[in-house]
């Protein structure tokens, strides 16, 4: 079975179907021109599909000819809110929202992996699960179809897992690149809103000004970061929206900052949030100010189990050259939910590089110049297929 070459005959379709989800990206839950476009693409294939209650997501299970264990595969199918700057002749046709992440790569991958192993159904010692996830990009798209019960849907629990994301800076393209354990962090989101009483910006005595408290904080959270937690144990915290007032002589009523944590590690994850929200209601105690402040946990850390890690890069070893695969030294504080599926079953996630330049000057993912390679798709496809024919032949024993 060559699913290196069966792929590369498909890559014209793939492609086609990328482009064609380029065009019309939707952020979130809720996709439906997205969701119409995927099941066209998988109509025909002897798939059981079932689609998301509360949000548009695909579950396809293809029943393997020999009983078996089951093996998931993932896509997420989602874009950003991003104004497309790429100048990509399949432009987003949507103001406000774009691809910039590489989903639309992710699913059109994902419907070649189930075109490939489709072919291959009666030689199949089990089923596989073919996870089309909206709501990745910050609205636990993986938690809401795990609620729905995608790691069940064969009839039995999953088990193996893998899923795969495309890069636009940083590796070459067509290099796979993984790690054992911790692969990319977890993540929360911490907001403030700083309460005080406006005035006449040449009166400061006479109101409770906001923005010196509130700038206090966004550097006492760095302060904390480096005072509090171990180096070898790393946290990051990034003020990412701050604002206040209206003219530069006005002291307003309040200011808002918004800020994303990432740790690595259970302990530190569950600690950072609530000691940042401790450092900013002390020094709004200390101004003599109110505050409203609260912390959400949102994914976890994203885990690659060490004999599933293993599995995956003997297997692109294998298939396709010692020199396409790379171990990471270190994990990236991206994160990413396809950590629930990892909370719950034994796998692996990777990046492949869709680099159509120079990959340490390119426009990163989620920046409006992003760009991706489309050319990667049939390797990726085929290292999703492969990954199931084999691990289901590992199972049977």
Known sequence: MNLRSDAAALLDELVALRRDLHRIPEIGLHLPRTQERVLAAL???????????????????????????????????????????????????????????????????????????????????????????????????????????????SGKHVDAAYGLHVSAASYAKGHFVARPGTLMAASGALAVRVLGDGGHGSSPHDARDPIPAACEMVTALQTMVTRTFDVFDPVVITVGSFHAGTRRNIIPDDAVFEATLRSFSPEVAERVGERAVQVCRGIAAAHGLDIDVTYEPEYPATVNDAGAYDFVAATIR????????????????????????????????????????????????????????????????????????????????
């Open 318 to 397: 294998d298939v396709f050259g010692e020199e396409r695969f790379t171990e990471m030294a270190d994990p990236i504080t991206g994160s990413e939910d396809f950590s629930r599926v990892l909370e719950r079953v034994p796998g692996a996630y990777l990046f492949l590089g869709a680099c159509p330049t120079d990959p340490a000057t390119a426009p990163d993912n989620h920046s409006p110049r992003a760009r991706f390679d489309d050319s990667v798709l049939g390797d990726g496809a085929a290292l999703l297929a492969e990954l199931a024919v084999r691990r289901l032949a590992l199972l049977a024993g």
């Open 43 to 153: 109509d025909g294939l002897p798939l059981e599909v079932s689609l998301g209650k509360n949000l548009s997501s695909i579950t396809a299970v293809l029943r393997g000819g020999q009983p078996g264990g089951t093996v998931l595969l993932r896509g997420d199918m989602d874009a950003l809110p991003v104004t497309e700057a790429s100048g990509e002749e399949f432009s987003s046709t949507l103001d406000g929202a774009m691809h910039a992440c590489g989903h639309d790569l992710h699913t059109a991958g994902l419907v070649g992996a189930a075109r490939l192993l489709a072919a291959r159904r009666a030689d199949l010692p089990g089923d596989v699960v073919f996870m089309f996830q909206p709501g990745e990009e910050g609205w636990d798209g993986a938690g809401h179809m795990i609620e729905e019960g995608v790691l069940t849907a």
